[in-house]
C-alpha cells in the first residue's frame, strides 16, 4: 500500500522539482521541446520509465509542448510514486 | 490560404467520420487501446502523419485512452486539413 503523503511532505518533495507545481493532489510540469519530433521524442521516453514504473502520467500533447501530470488515483492522493516519476522525468528533460 | 469550412460542410464531412464529434471549430475522437504500450505506438504513428502533413492535433493521453483534437487555428476554424488528417488517423485506429 502506497502512503498518501501529507500537504507539508508533498510541499517539502516538491521544493526539490524545479518546475513542477502542485494543484491539490496532482502535480504538473509543462515543458516546451525544441520541435514537434523532439517532444514525441520525450513522450516515448517518459512513456517507457512510467511502464516501467507501473504508474501513468496524464499526457498533454500540444504541439512541441507537454504537460505531464502525476497523481496515485488509486490510493486517492499524491504519493512517493508520483515524486519518484517525476525525478526520472526530470532527467529526460 | 486554407478555407474555412461552412458548418453544413464540417457537418457533411464529419457524417465519413464515424467515432469523431464536433464542438464549434474543433473535431475531436477519443479511443481506448488495449494497452498503454499499443496506445503509445499510436500516438507515434499519428505524429509521423501530422508532421507529414505539418498538421498537429491536441492529443491527450490518459493511461491507454486517447483523445485527438483538430482544428485549423491559422485558418480561425475547420478546414479540409483536419477532415484529411482525421481519415489518416482513422486508418492508424
Redesign the interface.
Known amino acids: 500500500m502506497t502512503e498518501i503523503l501529507s500537504d507539508s511532505e508533498a510541499d517539502r518533495r516538491l521544493g526539490f522539482r524545479a518546475g513542477w507545481v502542485r494543484t491539490g493532489a496532482v502535480i504538473s510540469r509543462e515543458v516546451e521541446l525544441a520541435s514537434?519530433?523532439r517532444a514525441?521524442e520525450v513522450?516515448?521516453r517518459v512513456?517507457e520509465l512510467?511502464?516501467a514504473a507501473d504508474h501513468?502520467p496524464?499526457?498533454?500533447?500540444?504541439?512541441r509542448t507537454l504537460t505531464f501530470r502525476l497523481s496515485t488515483h488509486s490510493a486517492g492522493g499524491l504519493t512517493a510514486k508520483d515524486f519518484d516519476l517525476a525525478a526520472q522525468i526530470d532527467e529526460v528533460l
Chains 1, 2 share one sequence.
Open positions: 514537434f519530433p514525441i513522450v516515448n512513456a512510467a511502464e501513468h496524464d499526457i498533454d500533447i500540444r504541439w
